[in-house]
């Protein structure tokens, strides 16, 4: 998840909540919490009691988070964030508590007078970890046109071309699904599930070499030994946890998008 990827993430994870974007650059991100999103990230509790006991007027906080230092004036001061980031897992556990699934439709010209159909969009976006002795976490955003069936790799990149709200603007009107969402998210899963069958696992080649490497070297240290002591056991088995390759997809989020295109394409 690049830094492109986390600012509009952000943008949308705030929009979806209610919240007003004060000020955006291409770095940075200016944010007015709800009173809801303050409870839930700025950790004040005391001052939430406080204000409950007696009854005073609830001053949610103003936020600023830099998404990217190289495009963000040395003037704007706020909060680092970055893939990895404990806010940023923060949010991601937000996202999972308050809703994983939203609704948002494109924004279109204010000054159409004709109606406007929008295209049904499914959108999952998966954290896939790669684990053995190393990790690596790769995030994945999976897009399907419940019309016509249409799947896209990358759709969070795409969404990133479209102004959307959490409204259905005036002058237009959503299509019905030929493809039920249920059915939808079935096709993404077998798709991603498919394609990791079709990668390159030399990785994890790589790690039973080392755990068998470490393996041979418990073996050896214990050789002396005509019945192995349990430490053996509970050695080997620490290794087995430690190098053995498996890989864990995670659906972080998804929703429907409606967009006044029935296919999309990366910008240029």
Same mark, same amino acid.
Not at 38 to 49: G, I, T, V
Not at 251 to 265: C, D, E, P, Q
């Given at each position: ?8 993430? #952000? ?6 909540? !209610? ?6 650059? &291409? ?9 809801? #999103? ?7 509790? @005391? ?8 009854? %005073? /007027? +609830? !001053? ?34 937000? /996202?999972?508590? @308050? %809703? ?12 159409? /007078? ?35 069936? /249409? ?25 019905? +699904?030929?493809?039920? +969402? ?25 790690? *039973?070499? *080392? ?9 050896? @240290?214990? &050789? ?5 002591? &349990?430490?053996?056991?509970? &050695? ?33």
């Amino acid at each position: 998840m690049n830094q492109q990827q986390i600012h509009q993430y #952000l943008k949308r994870y705030f929009t979806a909540n !209610q919240c007003d974007i004060i000020e955006e650059g &291409e770095g940075h991100l200016s944010v007015q919490l709800t009173v809801e #999103l303050d409870k839930e990230l700025m950790n004040r509790p @005391f001052y939430w009691h406080y204000l409950e006991r007696t009854g %005073g /007027t +609830p !001053q949610p906080m103003r936020v600023t988070f830099i998404t990217d230092e190289t495009k963000t004036n040395e003037q704007i001061k706020g909060e680092k964030i970055h893939f990895g980031s404990p806010r940023l897992h923060q949010i991601f556990a937000s /996202t999972r508590k @308050f %809703g994983r699934f939203i609704r948002l439709y494109e924004q279109v010209s204010p000054h159409l /007078t004709k109606q406007t159909s929008l295209y049904p969009w499914l959108c999952m976006n998966f954290k896939i970890s790669y684990q053995c002795d190393r990790k690596k976490d790769l995030f994945l955003s999976m897009g399907l046109n419940l019309i016509n069936g /249409t799947m896209v790799q990358g759709f969070h990149d795409l969404l990133v071309q479209y102004n959307l709200t959490p409204k259905l603007p005036d002058f237009t009107f959503t299509l019905s +699904p030929i493809i039920m +969402p249920i059915s939808g998210m079935k096709r993404i899963e077998h798709y991603v599930l498919e394609d990791l069958h079709r990668q390159s696992h030399d990785w994890a080649n790589e790690a *039973r070499k *080392r755990w068998e490497k470490d393996l041979a070297l418990l073996n050896h @240290f214990y &050789e002396e030994y005509d019945e192995k002591p &349990e430490s053996y056991y509970l &050695e080997q088995e620490a290794l087995q946890e430690q190098y053995e390759p498996k890989i864990v997809v995670q659906v972080v989020n998804g929703g429907i998008f409606y967009l006044t295109k029935a296919l999309l394409k990366p910008s240029s």
